[in-house]
């Protein structure tokens, strides 16, 4: 077996990640293709190849705006469990946050649903609790890209409320809990 190399997703790649994320995550093909319709651009999705077959991926998806700032999701980051903890969900996820700080992207978060996640993001990304739910809704001078507002309303009708706790990874440095209230997903409300 040779070794994982990444890539940014092509728009025939499409199956194949469909049926990546199904199996790690079980989400069925309702929740799948409003995913893909709505939100999936091939650049947004990396991945890594072992001998031509994808057995991770991950998506960075735009977000929230506020002010001068600009943040991403880290969204459905998964691994074939058979190629599990060779660090090639890590891999996706560095060169996903490290392409997206060089473009302009200020803050990163990722959605993790289990405490294990919560645990993982901090040691593999270096991120910080960036905030904790406590029923808040986000700022009203907060904006969200529409694809995202469209996704919001699939999700929410697909799943309901989400995790009560969001880490973030910032550009600069800055203090994470001071974004935290900005950057909670309108998807998730």
Not at 113 to 140: D, Q
Request: negative net charge; charged residues 25%.
């Amino acid at each position: 077996m040779t070794e994982g190399v990444f890539r940014y997703s092509q728009a025939g790649d499409v199956p194949a990640l469909k049926a990546l994320w199904h199996i790690v995550f079980g989400d069925d093909l309702r929740y799948l293709d409003g995913f893909y319709r709505i939100l999936y651009m091939p650049e947004r999705c990396g991945l890594v190849e072992v001998d031509g077959e994808i057995i991770s991926a991950a998506y960075l998806i735009p977000g929230a705006r506020y002010n001068d700032k600009s943040f991403a999701y880290l969204f459905a980051v998964a691994t074939y469990e058979k190629f599990r903890g060779r660090g090639y969900a890590a891999l996706i996820a560095k060169r996903l946050c490290d392409d997206a700080f060089s473009s302009g992207t200020s803050g990163i978060a990722p959605p993790p649903a289990t405490p294990e996640l919560i645990s993982y993001y901090k040691r593999s990304l270096g991120m910080s609790e960036g905030f904790k739910k406590k029923g808040e809704k986000n700022e009203p001078h907060v904006s969200f890209e529409n694809d995202w507002k469209l996704f919001s309303d699939f999700h929410g009708k697909e799943r309901g409320h989400g995790p009560a706790r969001l880490l973030l990874l910032m550009n600069d440095g800055s203090d994470t809990e001071k974004y935290g209230s900005v950057v909670w997903p309108h998807v998730f409300e």
